[in-house]
């Protein structure tokens, strides 16, 4: 947790610090009842700037790109999932149709966890900087990155152009969006290595109470001299998603009083650490040493394939399929399902490599493995009933057995422990249907929300008697001038949600985005639309005049 302050006075406008310092100590926040005591104290005091600090500071270009640092690169700037950033950097390396250049490989090999760059390619890309950007832009001497993990095979360079001269703009004719996208981060990234530093101020400002016992921190930085930023910028990703930033005043001085007009406690005490994300989880991979670059790829896709995550607003969660799996497999096989278990293994093969007995290692590996898969032989029984039969404490509507959990192709549902002589099932996200107000359009009953492999829908309460269905509506009308349609909750083939208008083909209104309650003050249509962009930020947007404002 932390707490920031909104800060004002005549001469300046207000602005956020963060608490740094209380009592002369960092401040640790562990429960509410602390965080409550530190603003209530807080809020009676008076603040002045007891210091303003302004020094100079260095910036170099991160190195080129390996394997790793290109999958979570290419997620965070360009939102691409890390399967198809290796299926676009491929053609990329294969080749592609240049004009009267014929077939032209772009970049050098895709797959290394090397920062090792040629002598040639170091030499041909300053010419370039020199002769495009000035000498005063060229580094004083070649830039060589050392790599800083211990098991790097370096037979293959960092990723790189081929050509530093077939520059974004004089390829972007002949690739698609998407691969032009990707060859102009690892063109920049490299040009951006053998460029000057940057050069920033960085301004440091304090702000004590009277007594000097509480201590807020505010830090800004001006750009003197933009080196390698020019060509590539740096994204300084905040820790939290909704870190605010404040610019320092340009008109604080030392000795200033500052009134306190809003504070900002942070809290988190209950919240769980966040999910990984696809380029988290690729960051995490190559920390701990799991896999080789050539497998973060399918590594993940094997997630998704198998259904072990699913991708709730870009962060991956766990399906309970994926649960049930990681603690059958981590219970039974501990000495494998651990994060130490790849990396010693590749030690291991190293150390068979340079004269060690691959004998030993083999037995030392076989024997409690050997033991693990017996153990889960004679617990197999116990573990399938556990996962296959356990009971939901409900009577089959067909022929009065009990019902069990089970699972499928599509995950876990509702069956009969009768099958196969009954075949009833029912999906577990809607095992207690929830009714609604509407009307079977086959029978007049009632109808309830159900959930099939497609998304949900609403269905009759007589199934199976009745089979009767209709779309999930939302209770919202159709934005769209004149339309007296409803808006309905809809799939994709790749079961991405939208809603529609219910009198499609007559009306063809659509909208990824989630309605909301209206009315649009410009336009008065009854219905916005929840939008949420890159950084977590949430808008409202009209879906008749094109309205944007925030939510």
């Not at 999932?81 to 149709?97: C, D, F, H, N, W």
């Not at 998704?304 to 399929?321: G, M, N």
């Not at 990681?326 to 004269?355: C, H, Q, W």
């Not at 029984?381 to 089970?406: Q, S, T, W, Y």
């Given at each position: 947790?932390?707490?920031?302050?909104?800060?004002?006075?005549?001469?300046?406008e207000?602005?956020?610090?963060?608490?740094?310092?209380?009592?002369?100590?960092?401040?640790?926040?562990?429960?509410?009842?602390?965080?409550?005591?530190?603003?209530?104290?807080?809020?009676?005091?008076?603040?002045?700037?007891?210091?303003?600090?302004?020094?100079?500071k260095?910036?170099?270009?991160?190195?080129?790109?390996?394997?790793?640092?290109?999958?979570q690169?290419?997620?965070?700037?360009?939102?691409?999932?890390?399967?198809?950033?290796?299926?676009?950097?491929?053609?990329?390396?294969?080749?592609?149709?240049?004009?009267?250049?014929?077939?032209?490989?772009?970049?050098?090999?895709?797959?290394?966890?090397s920062t090792?760059?040629?002598?040639?390619?170091?030499?041909?890309?300053?010419?370039?900087?020199?002769?495009?950007?000035?000498?005063?832009?060229?580094c004083?001497?070649?830039?060589?990155?050392?790599?800083?993990?211990g098991?790097?095979?370096?037979?293959?360079?960092?990723?790189?152009?081929?050509?530093?001269?077939?520059?974004?703009?004089?390829?972007?004719?002949?690739?698609?969006?998407?691969?032009?996208?990707?060859?102009?981060?690892?063109?920049?990234?490299f040009?951006?290595?053998?460029?000057?530093?940057?050069?920033?101020?960085?301004?440091?400002?304090?702000?004590?109470?009277?007594?000097?016992?509480?201590?807020?921190?505010?830090?800004?930085?001006?750009?003197?001299?933009?080196?390698?930023?020019?060509?590539?910028?740096?994204?300084r990703?905040?820790?939290?998603?909704?870190?605010?930033?404040?610019?320092?005043?340009?008109?604080?001085?030392?000795?200033?009083?500052?009134?306190?007009?809003?504070?900002?406690?942070?809290?988190?005490?209950?919240q769980?650490p966040?999910?990984?994300?696809?380029?988290?989880?690729?960051?995490?991979?190559?920390?701990?040493?799991?896999?080789?670059?050539?497998?973060?790829?399918?590594?993940?896709?094997?997630?998704?394939?198998?259904?072990?995550?699913?991708?709730?607003?870009?962060?991956?969660?766990?399906?309970?399929?994926g649960?049930?799996?990681?603690?059958?497999?981590?219970?039974?096989?501990?000495?494998?399902?651990?994060?130490k278990?790849?990396?010693?293994?590749?030690?291991?093969?190293?150390?068979?490599?340079?004269?060690?007995?691959?004998?030993?290692?083999?037995?030392?590996?076989?024997?409690?493995?050997?033991?693990?898969?017996?153990?889960?032989?004679?617990?197999?029984?116990?573990?399938?009933?556990?996962?296959?039969?356990?009971?939901?404490?409900?009577?089959?509507?067909?022929?009065?057995?009990?019902?069990?959990?089970?699972?499928?192709?599509?995950?876990?549902?509702?069956?009969?422990?009768?099958?196969?002589?009954?075949?009833?099932?029912?999906?577990?996200?809607?095992?207690?249907?929830?009714?609604?107000?509407?009307?079977?359009?086959?029978?007049?009953?009632?109808?309830?929300?159900r959930?099939?492999?497609?998304?949900?829908?609403?269905?009759?309460?007589?199934?199976p008697?009745?089979?009767?269905v209709?779309?999930?509506?939302?209770?919202?009308?159709?934005?769209?001038?004149?339309?007296?349609?409803?808006?309905?909750?809809?799939?994709?083939?790749?079961?991405?949600?939208?809603?529609?208008?219910?009198?499609?083909?007559?009306?063809?209104?659509?909208?990824?985005?989630?309605?909301?309650?209206?009315?649009?003050?410009?336009?008065?249509?009854?219905?916005?639309?929840?939008?949420?962009?890159?950084?977590?930020?949430?808008?409202?947007?009209?879906?008749?005049?094109?309205?944007?404002?925030?939510?």
């Amino acid at each position: 947790m932390c707490i920031r302050d909104r800060f004002k006075n005549d001469e300046v406008e207000p602005f956020i610090a963060k608490l740094h310092r209380l009592d002369g100590n960092k401040v640790e926040i562990p429960d509410e009842d602390t965080s409550k005591r530190i603003c209530a104290r807080l809020r009676e005091e008076r603040y002045h700037v007891s210091e303003v600090k302004s020094s100079r500071k260095r910036r170099n270009p991160a190195p080129p790109y390996t394997t790793s640092t290109l999958q979570q690169e290419a997620a965070r700037r360009l939102g691409m999932p890390v399967k198809r950033t290796m299926s676009i950097a491929q053609r990329l390396y294969e080749g592609v149709e240049l004009g009267d250049r014929g077939m032209v490989g772009l970049i050098t090999y895709m797959r290394t966890d090397s920062t090792r760059v040629s002598d040639e390619a170091i030499t041909s890309v300053r010419k370039w900087i020199a002769s495009n950007f000035g000498a005063d832009n060229l580094c004083a001497k070649p830039r060589i990155y050392k790599n800083k993990k211990g098991a790097v095979q370096d037979a293959h360079e960092a990723i790189r152009p081929t050509d530093v001269q077939l520059t974004p703009s004089e390829v972007s004719g002949y690739l698609e969006p998407a691969q032009l996208k990707l060859y102009t981060l690892i063109w920049k990234r490299f040009v951006a290595t053998q460029m000057r530093a940057a050069e920033l101020d960085i301004t440091t400002v304090t702000i004590s109470s009277r007594d000097d016992d509480i201590e807020f921190r505010l830090t800004g930085q001006t750009v003197i001299f933009p080196g390698y930023m020019k060509v590539y910028e740096d994204i300084r990703r905040s820790d939290s998603k909704d870190e605010e930033k404040s610019k320092v005043p340009k008109n604080l001085t030392k000795g200033m009083p500052l009134d306190l007009i809003e504070l900002h406690p942070k809290q988190h005490f209950t919240q769980p650490p966040p999910r990984f994300t696809e380029a988290g989880l690729v960051k995490e991979l190559d920390e701990l040493g799991i896999g080789r670059p050539s497998t973060y790829a399918t590594i993940i896709s094997t997630l998704f394939d198998r259904k072990y995550v699913e991708k709730k607003e870009k962060a991956l969660s766990p399906t309970d399929l994926g649960m049930t799996v990681n603690g059958v497999l981590v219970g039974s096989f501990p000495d494998i399902f651990n994060t130490k278990f790849t990396a010693r293994m590749e030690e291991e093969l190293d150390d068979i490599e340079t004269g060690r007995d691959w004998v030993q290692v083999m037995e030392g590996f076989y024997k409690p493995f050997s033991e693990s898969i017996d153990r889960a032989e004679q617990n197999r029984d116990e573990i399938r009933d556990n996962l296959a039969n356990r009971k939901v404490g409900r009577k089959c509507p067909k022929c009065d057995r009990d019902l069990v959990f089970r699972w499928g192709k599509n995950g876990k549902f509702i069956s009969c422990s009768g099958y196969p002589e009954c075949k009833y099932s029912e999906n577990l996200e809607t095992s207690v249907p929830v009714q609604t107000d509407r009307k079977c359009p086959k029978c007049g009953a009632p109808m309830v929300v159900r959930q099939s492999k497609y998304g949900r829908f609403l269905g009759c309460s007589n199934y199976p008697k009745c089979r009767g269905v209709l779309p999930l509506f939302t209770g919202y009308r159709c934005p769209m001038e004149g339309c007296d349609g409803e808006l309905a909750e809809r799939r994709t083939k790749t079961n991405k949600i939208f809603f529609s208008c219910s009198r499609y083909p007559e009306c063809k209104f659509s909208s990824w985005n989630q309605p909301t309650d209206g009315p649009c003050p410009k336009c008065g249509a009854p219905v916005l639309f929840i939008k949420k962009s890159a950084k977590s930020e949430t808008s409202k947007t009209c879906g008749r005049c094109g309205w944007s404002g925030k939510g």
